[in-house]
Nanobody, 116 residues
Framework: QVQLVESGGGLVQAGGSLRLSCVAS????????VDWYRQAPGKQRQLVAR???????NYTDSVKGRFTIFRGNAKNTVDLQMNSLKPEDTGVYYC??????????WGQGTLVTVSS
C-alpha cells in the first residue's frame, strides 16, 4: 500500500521560512510527478507546486520566486522550500503522487501557520 507522509509544518512569522518534506513508501515519488497542494481555511485545495519525473517544475503565480519544489537526497522524498512566507500562505499542505497526470495518492497533510 502506498503511503505518503508530510512533515515540516509549523508556526512561523511573516517573512520566515519553512521546509516541508514528503516521504513515500516504495518508488512512487520517483516514478511519477509529485504535487504540493495547499488548503486554506474555508477554501478549496489548490495546487501550489509540481515536479515531473524529468525535474520540470511549475508553480502557482502567488508563490513563484518564493517556493521551490525539489527531489530530496533520498530517492523517495520531495521537498518544498518556502521562503518569504506570507499570512496568505497559511493552510494545510498536502503532497500527492500522480498517476496518469492526476493526483492519486495523498498524504495526511501538515499545517503551516504564518503570523503577521
Amino acid at each position: 500500500q502506498v503511503q505518503l507522509v508530510e512533515s515540516g509544518g509549523g508556526l512561523v512569522q511573516a517573512g520566515g521560512s519553512l521546509r516541508l518534506s514528503c516521504v513515500a513508501s516504495g518508488n512512487i515519488l520517483v516514478l511519477n510527478a509529485v504535487d504540493w497542494y495547499r488548503q486554506a481555511p474555508g477554501k478549496q485545495r489548490q495546487l501550489v507546486a509540481r515536479i515531473t519525473t524529468s525535474g520540470t517544475t511549475n508553480y502557482t503565480d502567488s508563490v513563484k520566486g518564493r517556493f521551490t519544489i525539489f527531489r530530496g537526497n533520498a530517492k523517495n522524498t520531495v521537498d518544498l522550500q518556502m521562503n518569504s512566507l506570507k499570512p496568505e500562505d497559511t493552510g494545510v499542505y498536502y503532497c500527492a503522487a500522480e498517476i496518469l497526470g492526476r493526483p492519486a495518492y495523498w498524504g495526511q497533510g501538515t499545517l503551516v501557520t504564518v503570523s503577521s
